[in-house]
Antibody, heavy 122, light 109 residues
């Protein structure tokens, strides 16, 4: 069974940093692209970014709203994906979901974690 | 950026009836369209990808259709567990761009 478990969320002041982790199990982690999607309270879904598998260079792509501030990385030996968030803004407050991204056959998110809440407030 | 527009914002349907949800793209996305279901307090769940292919374990009462800029999600006979918010999402592979519609809330009439 595919499982994605996020951790690292919490309350952080504007301008500070936070790192989220996503621990995966139930599939060969290194074979897949991994992505983060967020949802502000009471709002819709917003794609944040993704990291390709090593077979496709392990490169990353980001939404314009977070480019230059957020960085996604991965540790295939531990089956963990990370989201490093710097220079946080109040508008980054959201539940952050880790997802598996089917990028080679399209670009849809076939498995989701339960999410971790990030609150940016002074 | 491709903008996805869903209609209606809220749809009231009785159990056992058919529900039809719409999603429009601001430019053609071919068949690169997915649908998700989200229940309160839960993560979204993939229902449909490639505009019409059901994801693993999704009941046959869910069907997707369309291509280009107009898409439809149909639930043929609503069950109590189907009342939720539904999102469409387009995927444009270069440059990578994944945008969601604003959602349709399907509520019990």
């Amino acid at each position: 069974e595919v499982q994605l478990v996020e951790s690292g969320g919490g309350l952080v002041q504007p301008g500070r940093s936070l790192r989220l982790s996503c621990t995966a199990s139930g599939f060969t982690f290194g074979d897949y692209a991994m992505s983060w999607v967020r949802q502000a309270p009471g709002k819709g879904l917003e794609w944040v970014g993704f990291i390709r598998s090593k077979a496709y260079g392990g490169t990353t792509e980001y939404a314009a709203s977070v480019k230059g501030r957020f960085t996604i990385s991965r540790d295939d030996s531990k089956s963990i994906a990370y989201l490093q968030m710097n220079s946080l803004k109040t508008e980054d407050t959201a539940v952050y979901y880790c997802t598996r991204l089917q990028v080679t056959t399209g670009g849809y998110f076939d498995y989701w974690g339960q999410g971790t809440l990030v609150t940016v407030s002074s | 950026e491709i903008v996805m527009t869903q209609s209606p914002a809220t749809l009231s349907v009785s159990p056992g009836e058919r529900a039809t949800l719409s999603c429009r793209a601001s430019q053609s996305v071919s068949s690169n369209l997915a649908w998700y279901q989200q229940k309160p307090g839960q993560a979204p769940r993939l229902l449909i990808y490639g505009a019409s292919t059901r994801a693993t374990g999704i009941p046959a009462r869910f069907s997707g259709s369309g291509s280009g800029t107009e898409f439809t999600l149909t639930i043929s006979s609503l069950q109590s567990e189907d009342f939720a918010v539904y999102y469409c999402q387009q995927y444009n592979n270069w440059p990578p761009s994944y945008t969601f519609g604003q959602g349709t809330k399907l509520e019990i009439k």
